[in-house]
């Protein structure tokens, strides 16, 4: 498969994360297996009634397997007609895709891990993580924390999921953070920046991969820079 090639993909299965946020399967058509990087994304492209092609990028949220699968996970946009039109596809139908594309990918050699997302910005780490924990060998028993933030309780996506994975992995670490949790919430509090200090605990030899809004990012940044950090250990990848 080359890069530019243009795919149909048909929609498996549409799940509802939460009031405006979707879970999309889908199965390309006339392709036994789809390779791709976890953390790479596709571009998705469909017609305006007037005939104007609208492309947008998402990323993959489910791990490289060995079949001609993908998922999507992404916000239903007010007048963005890609994220309505995808959101309102029924199981069958199609829409044309090319890809993968995309550097936001794991770098070797593997080391300890801090996974930092906001909102749907979790598509690419659930692919990532996914992917090096169904192998021992993939992470070494090295330590992974993902630091997940949101509002609320309903906004947390793949929680359920999420928390079987470190119950079955004693080296995944899950923080679902949240900014307006109810009095019943027993989690952390707040902004994802304020516990990457207590997680990284001084140390630079670690790696950090960040997805989600630019403000997030920055924040998260800037912080690990004032840690000492090099840049070339902070990845991320923006979805404004």
Known sequence: MTPFQTFTARLT??????????HLEFELQGVSRFGFVAGQWLSLKTSRPDGEEITRAYSIASPPGDDNRFALCLNRVQDGFMSNFLCDMKEGEEIACQGPFGDFILRPPLRDTIFIATGTGIAPFRSMLHWLLSDRARHQSKHLWLLFGNRTER????HDEFLRLAAGHANFHYSPTLSRGTPDWQGPRGYVQEYVSSIVQGRRDMQAYICGLDKMIKANRELLKELGWDRKSILFEKYD
């Open 13 to 22: 299965r549409s799940l509802v994360l939460s009031q405006v946020t979707r």
């Open 155 to 158: 906004d947390i996506y793949y």
